[in-house]
């Protein structure tokens, strides 16, 4: 089996997956995004790679590891390329429909309260009058792009006049505001990562001192967790709303014993829960992408038939 991975370059994720690939007697090929070709019009309608490569209908499926930032029109060319391929009947895992529900935070969080989970109280908007309001309704409050992940370009605010400052230097950037009520974690979250509608495994990530945010990449610390049977099905309820074949869910605990969901990342990293739990993630993986190559009407996280 072939699967063309596409990412932003290499690196330690499409490292592993390639090995977990060729473990198990398959072929890994990554390539950028910015490879992508599409010809219409000609006899055979493809969408290839420019760098010579075959057709991309050459390989038994495609894992979208990242959609990489750029332009607006990049940035839809490439979802809307995914979505060609998947509708001529090649597996994309995840979804283009399933990346573009997990991708945006706000469409995310209002998928989530549809479906009767719990999420923190947010207020999003474009205007920064409206933005300030909600500011000084909730006290204390985290800005954050809808768009982001790692904890980049998140600030806490309780003070009015910090919190105005904050505002007019996002109004400049033509930003839209993504505000949410800050909630008493204790300075500790809950990552469960899951594969084909199954709970892998979940980590407890702690704070570093003196900061509010659990992100491993910002000096966060991880340690195996052992899901409770109710936090179990929150997460795996999150993942089926958003129809991730795989997804890391953050559940939110606070200390009055409410859980949130937080976040759903529908393209996880995994380098802090294998580092933390000895989980072969990359091989679970695989093995539910050859599942779904070989089994096609496999039920995925969605609870639908493929």
Not at 25 to 38: I, N
Request: glycine share 10%; hydrophobic share 45%; charged share 20%.
């Amino acid at each position: 089996m072939k699967v063309a991975i596409l990412n932003a370059g290499t690196g330690w994720h499409t490292d592993d997956l390639c090995r977990a690939l060729d473990e198990r007697g398959h072929t890994g090929v990554v390539r950028p995004y910015e490879s992508l070709v599409a010809r219409l019009g000609a006899p055979r309608r493809t969408v290839g790679l420019s760098s010579g490569d075959a057709s991309l209908f050459d390989v038994d499926a495609v894992l979208a590891r990242i959609i990489p930032g750029g332009s607006l029109e990049q940035i839809i060319y490439r979802v809307n390329a995914l979505h060609w391929l998947e509708q001529r009947g090649l597996l994309v895992i995840n979804s283009p429909r399933a990346i573009e529900r997990t991708v945006d935070k706000f469409y995310t969080t209002a998928l989530l309260q549809e479906a009767g989970l719990p999420v923190p109280e947010t207020v999003v908007c474009e205007g920064p009058v409206d933005a300030m309001a909600a500011v000084q309704a909730m006290g204390d409050v985290v800005i954050k792009p809808i768009f982001g992940s790692m904890g980049h370009g998140l600030v806490r605010v309780s003070d009015p006049d910090v919190a105005f400052r904050v505002v007019q230097s996002l109004e400049q950037l033509r930003t839209v505001f993504y505000v949410q009520r800050t909630v008493d974690h204790g300075g500790r979250d809950i990552r469960v990562f899951i594969v084909g509608g199954f709970v892998l495994g979940a980590i407890e990530r702690i704070a570093p001192d003196g900061d509010w945010r659990t992100n491993i990449a910002r000096g966060g610390t991880a340690r195996p967790f052992t899901l409770p049977p109710e936090w179990e099905q929150l997460a795996l309820r999150a993942a089926a709303v958003v129809g991730t074949d795989y997804a890391g869910v953050d559940l939110l605990p606070c200390r009055d014993g409410r859980v949130f969901v937080l976040e759903i990342n529908g393209i996880p990293g995994w380098r802090g829960l294998q580092k933390a739990t000895g989980l072969d993630v990359a091989g679970a993986l695989v093995d539910h992408l050859v599942s779904r190559v070989r089994s096609p009407r496999i039920t995925t996280a969605a609870g639908s038939q493929a």
